[in-house]
T-cell receptor, first 113, second 112 residues
């Protein structure tokens, strides 16, 4: 069953703690992305990766970090430096970088308690 | 910087009526314009896209139009059905960066 999988679906974090969101794809896609979704603000780009071992900051990268050690995986770490981390996080992938359909995971809802 | 504005933020129509959602983009080099539908609690999925060398594209009840001069593009849904109720997002990207920039989203409600 091909696709893009995010885990966990729900995540709770205490203030001051780092937390890592998982994103795995078996579509053999080169490009992967992380978006944050807040009500009324659409999808805002956090980080993106065009290819393995390469990634770039998006529009709201502060307080987040990523790695791309394997083609299939693009984990996102929400650090304690992120001032307002409670949000819905969406991972996506596309066959290559630029002007092609992006396939989304089912999302992770992060809540800071 | 790159920006995409989407209107309206909410739209309510009667079943069978048409719905139109409009987006404007700031970067004249943008050349790819997809539309995504996100049903409640689900992931966004592509419903239609258009490239800058085309002015209009149709797929059954859905159509997208592009005006490059004015830098705006629109989604048209005809004969709306209750299952069309969802949040719709427009987006824009350009070849040399590939970043998809999304609009703020439109919540469409189709009343039976």
């Amino acid at each position: 069953d091909g696709g893009i999988t995010q885990s966990p679906k729900y995540l709770f974090r205490k203030e001051g703690q780092n937390v890592t969101l998982s994103c795995e794809q078996n579509l053999n896609h080169d490009a992967m992305y992380w978006y944050r979704q807040d009500p009324g603000q659409g999808l805002r780009l956090i980080y993106y990766s065009q290819i393995v071992n390469d990634f770039q900051k998006g529009d709201i990268a502060e307080g987040y970090s990523v790695s791309r050690e394997k083609k299939e995986s693009f984990p996102l770490t929400v650090t304690s430096a992120q001032k307002n981390p409670t949000a819905f996080y969406l991972c996506a992938s596309s066959i290559n970088f630029g002007n092609t359909e992006a396939f989304f995971g089912q999302g992770t809802r992060l809540t800071v308690v | 910087g790159e920006n995409v504005e989407q209107h309206p933020s909410t739209l309510s129509v009667q079943e069978g009526d048409s719905a139109v959602i409009k987006c404007t983009y700031s970067d004249s080099a943008s050349n790819y314009f997809p539309w995504y539908k996100q049903e409640l609690g689900k992931r966004p999925q592509l419903i239609i896209d258009i490239r800058s060398n085309v002015g209009e594209k149709k797929d059954q009840r859905i159509a997208v139009t592009l005006n490059k001069t004015a830098k705006h593009f629109s989604l048209h849904i005809t004969e709306t059905q209750p299952e069309d109720s969802a949040v719709y997002f427009c987006a824009a990207s350009k070849s040399n960066t590939g970043k998809l920039i999304f609009g703020q989203g439109t919540t469409l409600q189709v009343k039976p």
